[in-house]
């Protein structure tokens, strides 16, 4: 089974070397207990650990089952010490958080096996621990905890038992236990190679082999036990499991590894909550940032709204004379006359022209000073304006010069309270009005109360009211989108006809307010992106965080992860289980941080009155931005205790 030719090894310490092994040549058949004996620094737990796949001499030949291990990669030693190989150390080496069951079924992650306790469980009862499977190592005697590390040896059935200073940490009784169960294994049939310093122990194995200054001094056989054997042809299945090596974690494997993390982080509560704090500041920052950004963009597209759509506003220009800028409408003024004629431009849809002003409205013992506006009568659907209570005044009431008004929401309540204002008449600026609608609720729009308003037919302010023949502006709707600046142009042109001959400046200016609203959006939206770019630094300083808390974990969790190399574990499998562990704390992190945000978000909305609004994208950026955080951070800790070599792992201090 197992043949050493001039197999040496040297260690370097410091500036020197020692020299654990000169070369050693051995044989071991199918079926032999041998003990491996000597003085400290004899080289046998070097030997050992060669013949059991955790390390590699640096001279010689070694062939297991037929096969030159010396061309195997890492992650084919860590099968055949997966699958063939059976390992019980002095120290025990048990998972302090995990139960005996789970320490036993450990191995069997690695292999892949589907339904691992139930051998786990039958293994655990062979070795007398049935009423103690559910037990932690701080509950189990030292003998209890080697039998669970023997038990944790002989799940996946292994072909050779290794087993170094098995008694060494145990008392006689519990070492005679012991013995009796490596002598049972024996029996049947299995191969076991052990290390120890007491000479009685090694009395029981059919063949003593005694080491000195890294050399076999003497190989006795002595007739205890039954005849090594030839065994079955096993090189075929050596090839079999080194083909079959994965390359990806498998199911069985990944939730294995998903509930070791979830493990790792409940036994380290503080820690784990520590790497956690960074993530959930920084995705609870997201989350109220985007909230709010969303909100003040929500609550400005929705001022923005009452601007209209395909919208253009006509006012009178603004000229220079002498060198000198006059006020808007000191030259030129805008007419009824002229409203009528862009309304029947091609590609218009409806004109409203508009007057404005300053007035005094009074209902009964109140009064309220307001600003008042006429328009034509499509100004309610051209600004989104159309009342919730009552109508908007006609055509006919326009040419009638009817004295009709539309109030907004702030001059109703001052004016009547909670009554309903329709069909009441009030007075402005002495004139008797009657009021036959609402306006909807608008708000505060650019610092200006849009619902502190009184809305007339144009031409009854006018004449009755301000005493004007002009108009202050002239909004136009354009049938589509596509025909805004070809309506601009037909408008230039037909004004520019109406100005004086010798003006070289147009005598109007017309603005798009669609532009406005795109304009607004567009700051509002990066507004929005900074505040969020902002949220996010802090994300990547909870991943800087994740970073030193890992690699920390990494430290504390070296033997762990020796032995878990020991037992089978891959390259593969160290970085998933430390990845895993790094994505479950972000994700978590992450989980909490949302509801953490989302509970700022409301509460910035209801105590300081900012509008927010939590949006899903929001939600599933920050969820993935933790995930990736936790994956591109947690990487580099996870490569690093991958690379740990198992020998250094198991010896550290």
Do not use: C
Request: aromatic share 6%; charged share 25%.
């Amino acid at each position: 089974m197992i043949e050493l030719r001039q197999v040496s090894k040297t260690y370097p310490m410091g500036e020197t070397s020692v020299r654990a092994l000169r070369d050693v040549s051995l044989r071991v058949s199918s079926g032999e207990f041998v003990a491996i004996m000597g003085p400290s620094g004899s080289g046998k737990s070097t030997l050992l650990h060669i013949l059991g796949f955790l390390d590699r001499p640096d001279t010689g030949s070694y062939t297991f089952l037929g096969k030159e291990t010396a061309a195997f990669e890492d992650d084919e030693l860590a099968l055949l010490r997966n699958r063939f190989a059976g390992f019980i150390f002095q120290q025990f080496h048990v998972m302090p958080r995990m139960t005996a069951l789970e320490n036993a079924e450990l191995p069997m992650i690695y292999s892949g096996t589907h339904r691992p306790r139930l051998k786990a469980q039958e293994k655990l009862e062979e070795v007398g621990l049935a009423e103690r499977v559910r037990h932690h190592p701080n509950e189990l005697s030292g003998g209890e905890r080697q039998r669970v590390a023997i038990a944790r040896s002989l799940v996946n059935e292994p072909w050779v038992i290794f087993a170094d200073e098995p008694t060494g940490n145990l008392d006689t009784k519990t070492a005679e236990e012991i013995v009796s169960i490596l002598k049972k294994l024996h029996s049947a049939g299995k191969t076991i190679i052990m290390v120890t310093h007491e000479r009685e122990l090694a009395e029981h194995a059919g063949r003593i082999i005694e080491m000195r200054d890294g050399q076999i001094i003497s190989d006795e056989r002595t007739g205890v036990g039954h005849a090594p054997s030839e065994g079955p042809s096993e090189e075929l299945r050596v090839e079999d499991v080194l083909a079959n090596t994965r390359s990806a974690i498998g199911t069985a494997s990944l939730v294995a590894h998903l509930r070791q993390a979830l493990q790792a982080i409940v036994a380290h509560k503080l820690r784990s909550f520590l790497s956690m704090l960074g993530i959930l500041v920084g995705v609870a920052s997201v989350i109220a940032m985007l909230a709010i950004g969303q909100g003040a963009k929500d609550a400005i597209s929705q001022r923005l709204a009452s601007l209209g759509s395909n919208l253009l506003v006509v006012r009178p220009g603004a000229r220079r004379m002498g060198g000198v800028r006059l006020e808007a409408g000191s030259v030129s003024r805008l007419t009824l006359k002229d409203a009528e004629e862009i309304a029947a431009l091609p590609q218009v849809k409806s004109a409203s022209p508009e007057v404005r002003g300053r007035v005094q409205a009074v209902y009964g013992g109140k009064n309220w000073n307001t600003s008042v506006r006429g328009t034509g009568p499509d100004y309610g659907k051209m600004r989104a304006s159309e009342p919730t209570v009552g109508r908007f005044f006609t055509e006919g009431e326009v040419n009638a010069r009817s004295r009709v008004a539309v109030i907004g929401t702030t001059v109703a309540t001052e004016l009547f309270g909670e009554t309903d204002p329709t069909g009441a008449t009030i007075k402005i600026n002495r004139m008797a009005v009657q009021v036959i609608g609402v306006l909807p609720e608008k708000g505060e729009s650019f610092h200006r109360d849009q619902d502190d308003v009184v809305i007339l037919p144009v031409t009854t302010a006018m004449y009755r009211l301000l005493g004007k023949d002009y108009v202050d502006s002239i909004d136009v709707e354009v049938k589509n989108a596509d025909l805004i600046e070809a309506a601009q142009e037909a408008i230039g042109q037909l004004l520019r006809k109406r100005q004086p001959k010798n003006s070289d400046e147009d005598g109007f200016d017309i603005r798009n307010m669609s532009e406005i609203q795109e304009a607004v959006a567009s700051t509002t939206q990066t507004m929005t992106l900074l505040l969020a770019s902002v949220a996010a630094i802090s994300i990547i300083v909870g991943g800087i965080g994740i970073v030193n808390i890992m690699l920390v974990s990494i430290t504390e969790r070296t033997r762990e992860i020796g032995l878990r190399k020991a037992i089978g574990a891959r390259r593969l499998d160290i970085l998933n289980q430390f990845l895993i562990e790094s994505v479950v704390i972000t994700f978590i992190g992450g989980m909490l941080g949302i509801a953490f945000g989302a509970l700022v978000a409301v509460g910035l909305s209801t105590f300081a009155g900012w509008a927010a609004r939590i949006s899903l994208f929001s939600v599933v950026l920050a969820t993935t931005f933790s995930i990736v955080v936790g994956m591109v951070f947690g990487l580099w800790p996870a490569r690093q205790a991958a690379r740990l070599d198992p020998i250094a792992a198991l010896r550290y201090e």
